[in-house]
């Protein structure tokens, strides 16, 4: 595993909004330098600002031009503007979203170029970074588009106690039926399924797979979804081997506490799965793109413009992702080394000659 400790990319998301608030206050743990080297990408001068406004004067910035300047000890900041920018608390704007993307470009291909090792992104506004360089409906996808255009993305909304994985992201409601396919949900399985065994080292996952309509259809009285196509997909994708169950109506699902007795749950519709999840984990919670050759996490809230620059964030969230980045990161690695060079055992048989037989076989 990588001896020297990771670089932890963190882009400062939407000016206007906690971004600042929280990485300030997450990087003001001295301690947090000792378990990795910090990369904040963003404004110098916004930085500076929002230091005076949340009266953080103990944590001091190596400002840099380039990741190639960065200091293993210290919290380490990439400028990337040099025109001073107009803030706005609590306010959407055009600029902020300007700033968001333009940071979140340098931190992604200071990622490609290997000068950072881990991607972690404050929440940014959706609407106010459109531009002709971000069409997309979301991080997830624009990390799609940029960091592995032939590979497909989960988004996994974890923490130590719950991960919940969506079959569809940003879709508006009334595609759903139609997005939903038997063969996009095995395909989501599979990716959850290595991800929870190569990025959480669980060995054998149990996934629980959520409904689409009330009561799981009611036999096919509220839509016939799960008859069609839900309960195929989890009957082909646990006869190729995976510990999956279901389909779970989710009001009961997570109201009985059942999500306890499963690695992961598999929902069908971001709301499905978000709206529970930060109602259980609002403060500790991480967005975890899965499915990338890349590591990205980010907190599980957005850009709180209500509370933005009153010093009423919690930083939890993102100290949680970071965290979670350096976790996932080292899981990889150790499940590389573990996986590059399998063992073989030996056994004799009855003429009592010895034969190998290579524990990656398809026979086992």
Known sequence: MKQNKLRVAITHGDINGVGYEVIIKALSDQRMTELCTPVVYGAAKVSGYYKKVLDVPNLQFNIVVSADNILPDRVNFVNCFDDE???????????????SLKALEVAVKDLKEGKVDVLVTAPINKNTIQSENFKFTGHTEYLQNRLGEDSEPLMILMNENLKVALVTTHEPIKELSEKITKELIIKKLNI?????????????????????????????????????????????????GLVCFGPYPADGFFGAGLYKNFDGVLAMYHDQGLAPFKALSMDDGVNYTAGLDYVRTSPDHGTAYDIAGKSKASANSMRQAIYAAIDVYNNREM??????????????????????????QDAE
Do not use: C, W
Not at 347 to 359: F, P, Q, R, T
């Open 85 to 99: 920018l107009k803030v706005e608390i609590g306010k959407p704007s055009l600029v902020a979203g300007e700033a």
């Open 192 to 240: 959850f399924n290595t991800s929870l065994k190569k990025d959480f080292r669980l060995e054998r996952p149990r996934i629980a797979v959520l409904s689409l309509n009330p009561h799981a259809g009611d036999g096919g009285l509220i839509g016939d979804e799960e008859k069609e196509t839900i309960i195929p997909a989890i009957e082909e994708a646990y006869n190729s």
């Open 335 to 360: 499940y590389a080394e573990i996986t590059a060079n399998p063992l073989r055992k030996q056994y004799v048989d009855k003429s009592g000659k010895d034969e190998s037989v290579n524990l990656m």
